[in-house]
């Protein structure tokens, strides 16, 4: 090569040195004007129009430079920065030079994140009532309807809902919102924390559902790397933690459905399944929601494969029954991954009771709530179930009664596959529960079972036979009684009662659900649990207004109310003791 051409490309490399360098003010100044354009509200079409503009420019980065640029003389600083322009239209090809592979992605990265907040500026920010009417007195007291304190009016109708327009058209089916989600909406779409205290069946994961999935759509989406196999750090914003995998199923279920109106994803994590396939979901579904138990959420989380570090909206679903279950503290160590109240975090706690374990759970990671309380925060049955209590003398009287009752409830419905022919019976253990289903095959009905024994794969195949009808009878413990949203269970037939009148009242609720009505057999023997059970059972019933048999009247009629573990119980409250009479004397 001559000395002249040498020269002459160096020359050119001075020049493309020199071209790349303004390139770089230039797009800074364009970023800054984007950036403002987005805070003005300016609509992001234009934005979008330039990534897709400049993006078409990068694939020209391959072409080598033939033509000499033009010479430019040397400015000052202060020259430059005047003549450097602020308007946010694309620029032609001809004044937008060359960027490297690096450049091109900051800008990208910058220009989504402008539509992201630009986008969910868009959504208007909710506005409820703040007045209460005669009309919202009136609803609160026909529902007896509890809040503490009174703040926000109950939301009466769905149409409303200030939320998402994307949104609406799916709620639109449901002609008017239940007692739980009218008063936890306004509350929840102000952002904030909320108890709901109410029965089973009454709404409660659309109550969190609607206002948690309206949040995250007015958030922008967390960007990052993947780190090993978890997810993109800070990618979940919205946590719900239930007891069993199946109320996990269920409201994986709705809140995928729900989401998907505006382009959520959910992920469903529990026990009993293999994790390496669930930490694998987490990373390729790019999901935003997550519901899960709380076992399976703590390993997944401890392992760093599930990060909670941005999450934003925290649901417990049934926490007393998690209490219960002695999950209090993996609850604990599950929300210590996730952000405090004061760095914006949400928290909502729905139970069907009020016990001291809850409250005090409640008091711990809840910023001052609202408490909603629909009916008694004390254990209660839902007035709409019909209850029917048979007081049986010899426990073998059981299979002929409930062969009896599952005749007489099929020959009133005799389409086998219409909703209300679904019975659900209940057993206390799993042998039992293998027993009774030999023994309604036996007498020529379609059965399932759902029970501890079972592997995740037959219990899904049970429960979707049971809900599609073809399967009428479904034979489950308790690990079914709660949770559990089958639509229009017909009855529900306690072969033997539970070891507590709490998993009584649950196995009730799931007949009578989304405000139906529905009925409840229970076979009572006054064996051994049973007895000391008796007197907090009539309780219940009493409460809701059913018939206790006389045959009752033998059994102990005792609660016991308060246990200390040093002096046992020590207050005990009568059923239908007489009242007490002074004693004069003359």
């Given amino acids: 090569m001559s000395a002249e051409e040498l020269a002459a490309s160096a020359k050119l ?11 770089k003010k230039l797009k800074k100044a364009e970023k800054a004007a984007k950036e403002a354009a987005v805070q003005e509200g ?13 993006e078409d420019e990068s694939r020209a980065t391959s072409v080598t430079v033939t033509e000499e640029p033009p010479k430019k003389k040397k400015k000052s600083k202060d020259a430059e920065s005047s003549e450097t322009p602020t308007s946010t239209a694309a620029p032609s090809e001809s004044d937008n030079p060359l960027l490297s592979k690096k450049q091109q992605k900051k800008l990208a990265k910058a220009s989504a994140a402008a539509a992201a907040t630009s986008s969910a500026a868009a959504i208007p920010t909710p506005t409820v009532p703040t007045t209460f009417t005669a009309e919202h007195n009136t609803f609160l007291t026909s529902n007896n309807i ?7 009016p109950p939301l009466l109708s769905i149409r409303d809902l200030p939320i998402n327009s994307k949104l609406q058209p799916f709620l639109n089916k449901f002609e008017k919102p239940t007692p739980i989600q009218a008063c936890s909406w306004p509350a929840l779409l102000r952002k904030k924390d909320v108890v709901g205290i109410a029965e089973t069946g009454s709404g409660k994961t659309l109550a969190f559902g609607v206002p948690g999935i309206n949040l995250l759509s007015q958030l922008p989406p967390v960007t990052g ?10 990618q979940i914003q919205m946590l719900v933690l239930a007891p069993t995998r199946e109320l996990a199923q269920q409201s994986h279920e709705h809140l995928s459905a729900f989401g998907e109106q505006v382009g959520l994803k959910s992920v469903c994590i529990f026990g009993g399944v293999g994790k390496d396939g669930q930490a694998k979901e987490l990373s390729q579904r790019e999901a935003r929601v997550v519901v899960g138990t709380p076992g399976r959420t703590l390993d997944l989380a401890d392992s760093g494969e599930l990060d909670l570090s941005s999450v934003s909206y925290l649901v417990l679903d049934e926490a007393d029954r998690m209490l219960d279950a002695g999950f209090e503290n993996d609850i604990r160590r599950i929300i210590a991954h996730t952000p405090g109240h004061k760095k914006g975090r949400q928290t909502v706690m729905f139970s ?12 711990t990671f809840l910023n001052d709530p609202l408490r909603i309380t629909v009916g008694s925060d004390e254990l209660s049955a839902n007035k709409r179930i019909e209850q029917v209590v048979e007081v049986l003398d010899n426990p073998r009287d059981k299979d002929f009664r409930l062969t009896h009752h599952l005749r007489a409830h099929l020959k009133a419905h005799p389409n086998s596959k219409a909703s209300p022919t679904r019975i659900l019976v209940f057993a206390l253990y799993k042998k039992e529960a293998q027993r009774l289903e030999y023994t309604i ?12 024994d079972m592997t995740q794969e037959a219990r899904f195949k049970a429960l979707e036979a049971f809900k599609t009808g073809q399967q009428n009878v479904l034979v489950a413990t308790d690990v079914a009684a709660r949770g559990l949203d089958i639509p229009d269970v017909g009855l529900v037939i306690n072969v033997t009662f539970p070891l507590t009148t709490e998993d009584f009242v649950h196995r009730c609720g799931r007949t009578g659900r989304a405000g139906k009505t529905g009925k409840a057999v229970t076979f009572f023997t006054g064996e051994n649990h049973e007895k000391s059970l008796a007197g907090e059972f009539m309780r219940v019933l009493r409460d809701v207004g059913a018939e206790i048999p006389k045959e009752m009247d033998r059994f102990p009629t005792t609660i016991k109310k308060k246990e200390h573990g040093s002096y046992g119980a020590f207050y005990k409250d009568t059923t239908n003791a007489p009242a007490p009479t002074k004693i004069t004397f003359d």
């Fill in 352 to 363: 069907a009771t009020w016990p001291e374990s809850v409250r005090r759970l409640a008091s």
């Fill in 146 to 152: 509890t809040l503490t304190p009174s703040i926000f």
């Fill in 13 to 23: 490399s001075k020049e493309e040195k020199k071209a790349r360098k303004e390139a």
């Fill in 225 to 234: 790397s993947k780190k090993g196999r978890g997810q993109v750090p800070g």
């Fill in 441 to 452: 095959r036996r007498a020529g009905y379609a059965v399932g079972a759902l029970h501890g």
């Fill in 42 to 54: 300016i609509a992001t079409e234009e934005v979008k129009e330039e990534v897709d503009q400049e």
